[in-house]
């Protein structure tokens, strides 16, 4: 038996920002913020993208929903090609496809009440066709999420961070999707609240089926919520393996610099600290061949030359290095 159709496939996926300078303001370079992602969610999975700030992550989960137009790539939703739709096909595909923002004091309309930031979608997609439905369901959106009825005339001002990101939470269910992008949903949040949410997403998951694209810096709460997990750097894809494997058996020389600084509860459980040396390479200038190849405690000569693609092993695991397969 063939394998299910991914929901989300990405092919070689490309964000180039151009930089203008100059009295004519011309290109004077460009940023390879996205630089050849390609992956592959399976309908009902949650996979994590970790990697430092600034790798691409974000921009990688925008892109897939257009809310930044990729340079070039393909973007496959089941199994149509997203790139290709025109604004009202693609408003349409909005209904599928949603995000959860990071920062949930910025996300959130000031000036409009919980009602009208929930409500809003329900009446751009005809969900609704009175005051009474939009009222009714709203609050059991609110309910969901664990919220009240009697915080609907309230304002975002009113609520704590964790509120925030629930009502985030409920307005990106509202239309029903069956992806969403959490995109570093998290971060903003203290750690207590994190635990909260991250519980409440994957409650949400198994009661509505959902599948999630899970964008964060932290490892240990990607561990916890992911089913597999995408590791990234410089814009490019390094390893994509079960949340499992990856963390018992990292394959690629970053992914374990990343690991051994994730910090272990049990103070008699030394872990080996992997110091990468300098810094991240410039993006507008990466260099060529493995774009790690730089910081690699591994590196040889094919790599500062060839750029090596991601490939799958016998397990299932797969990993762009020359040196680890």
Known sequence: MTAPAPLLSVRNLKKHFAIKGGLLSREVGRVHAVDGV????????????????????STTGRCILRL???SSGDIQFEGRDVRALDTDALRALRRDMQIIFQD???SLNPRHTVRGIVGEALIIHGLVKNRQQLEARVVELLETVGLRADHMPRFAHEFSGGQRQRIGIARALAVEPKLIVCDEAVSALDVSIQAQVINLLEDLQEKFGLTYLFIAHDLSVVEHIS???AVMYLGRVVEIASARALYDNPRHPYTEALLSAVPIPDPTVKRRRIMLKGDVP????????????PRCPIAEARCRTEAPALEQNEDGHWVACHLRR
């Open 282 to 293: 410039n993006p507008i200038r990466p260099p060529p061949g493995c774009h790690f190849h």
């Open 227 to 229: 089913d597999r997990v």
């Open 104 to 106: 949930p004091f910025a």
């Open 68 to 70: 930044i137009e990729p």
């Open 38 to 57: 390609s992956l592959d969610i399976a309908a009902g999975e949650t996979l994590g993208m970790v990697g430092e700030s600034g790798c691409g992550k």
